[in-house]
Nanobody, 116 residues
Framework: QVQLVESGGGLVQAGGSLRLSCLASESVRNFNTMGWYRQAPGKQRELVAHIMYGGDTNYADSVKGRFTISRDNANRIELQMNNLKPEDTAIYYC???????????WGQGTQVTVSS
């Protein structure tokens, strides 16, 4: 069973930065895409950013230019979040998608709170 463990959340003032990390129980190269989603209270879970097997990245319009997704050559992806805004407050989830089995895996989430 794939395990994804997030870390790096916390409380930060508007304009500040945080770096989220997701450690997978197997190589990131075993997945077609890996990414970050978030869910704010009362809202649906939404895509923040993802990185594909070949290295292409995709971002939600609301975070473009502020967030950067990256991965290492082992089993970790990260999300650098700069110029944070109160509307970025949410639980952030790491996700991994394996196309050959059409299975999606989720971490337990990490809370990000941005104060104004």
């Amino acid at each position: 069973q794939v395990q994804l463990v997030e870390s790096g959340g916390g409380l930060v003032q508007a304009g500040g930065s945080l770096r989220l990390s997701c450690l997978a129980s197997e190589s990131v190269r075993n997945f077609n895409t890996m990414g970050w989603y978030r869910q704010a209270p009362g809202k649906q879970r939404e895509l923040v950013a993802h990185i594909m097997y070949g290295g292409d990245t995709n971002y939600a319009d609301s975070v473009k230019g502020r967030f950067t997704i990256s991965r290492d050559n082992a089993n970790r992806i990260e999300l650098q979040m700069n110029n944070l805004k109160p509307e970025d407050t949410a639980i952030y989830y790491c996700n991994a998608w394996r196309g050959i089995t059409r299975k999606s895996y989720w971490g337990q989430g990490t809370q990000v709170t941005v104060s104004s």
